[in-house]
């Protein structure tokens, strides 16, 4: 993708014929929705800078957390106490990030999402709840290049 235009400059899908069953009849993952995990991470984190609720250094908890029906748990299944923010992105912690988007309100971030092209993150936000945050939902390759597109610019 052509960051300046958002022009595709090379596309390769299905590489066998979709009857040739020995494939399987494979499915273009470009264009299939597949789980974000925690690819959302940086736009939430820049929301809430652009929103001035968290500044890069600011401390968040990374501590054994329980919400309804939900208790997030770091990739490595450890905590590290007080992070700070631009940490905790970079090391892709999941209970700040769950955090996060308890505070910035699941609904407000979905709005972003879509504004930016992430046209597949449809449902209520409620459907999502802040599981979304960690891969809770699901977008199309197309659709995360798009939205990514504009990063370098800023």
Same mark, same amino acid.
């Given at each position: 993708?052509?960051?300046?235009?958002?022009?595709?400059?090379?596309?390769?899908?299905?590489?066998?014929?979709?009857?040739?069953?020995?494939?399987?009849?494979?499915?273009?993952?470009?264009?299939?929705?597949?789980?974000?995990?925690?690819?959302?991470?940086?736009?939430?984190?820049?929301? $809430?800078?652009? &929103?001035?609720?968290? %500044?890069?250094?600011? *401390?968040?908890?990374?501590?054994?957390?329980?919400? +309804?029906?939900?208790?997030?748990?770091?990739?490595?299944?450890?905590?590290?106490?007080?992070?700070?923010?631009?940490?905790?992105?970079?090391?892709?912690?999941?209970?700040?990030?769950?955090?996060?988007?308890?505070?910035?309100?699941?609904?407000?971030?979905?709005?972003?999402?879509?504004?930016?092209?992430?046209?597949?993150?449809? $449902?209520?936000? &409620?459907?999502?709840? %802040?599981?979304?945050? *960690?891969?809770?939902?699901?977008?199309?390759?197309? +659709?995360?290049?798009?939205?990514?597109?504009?990063?370098?610019?800023?």
């Amino acid at each position: 993708m052509e960051v300046k235009t958002g022009k595709v400059l090379a596309y390769c899908g299905n590489t066998t014929p979709i009857k040739n069953k020995n494939h399987q009849n494979q499915v273009d993952i470009i264009q299939a929705p597949r789980s974000t995990g925690s690819i959302l991470k940086p736009f939430l984190y820049a929301a $809430s800078l652009q &929103d001035g609720i968290l %500044l890069p250094q600011q *401390l968040i908890a990374d501590i054994p957390t329980y919400y +309804e029906n939900f208790a997030p748990k770091n990739y490595h299944r450890t905590y590290s106490g007080a992070v700070k923010a631009d940490e905790a992105l970079s090391r892709s912690l999941n209970v700040p990030a769950v955090r996060m988007l308890k505070d910035y309100d699941i609904g407000r971030f979905c709005s972003i999402l879509q504004k930016t092209g992430l046209n597949t993150i449809k $449902s209520a936000p &409620d459907y999502y709840g %802040l599981s979304l945050i *960690l891969g809770g939902a699901e977008t199309k390759l197309f +659709e995360l290049s798009g939205a990514y597109a504009p990063w370098p610019e800023t």
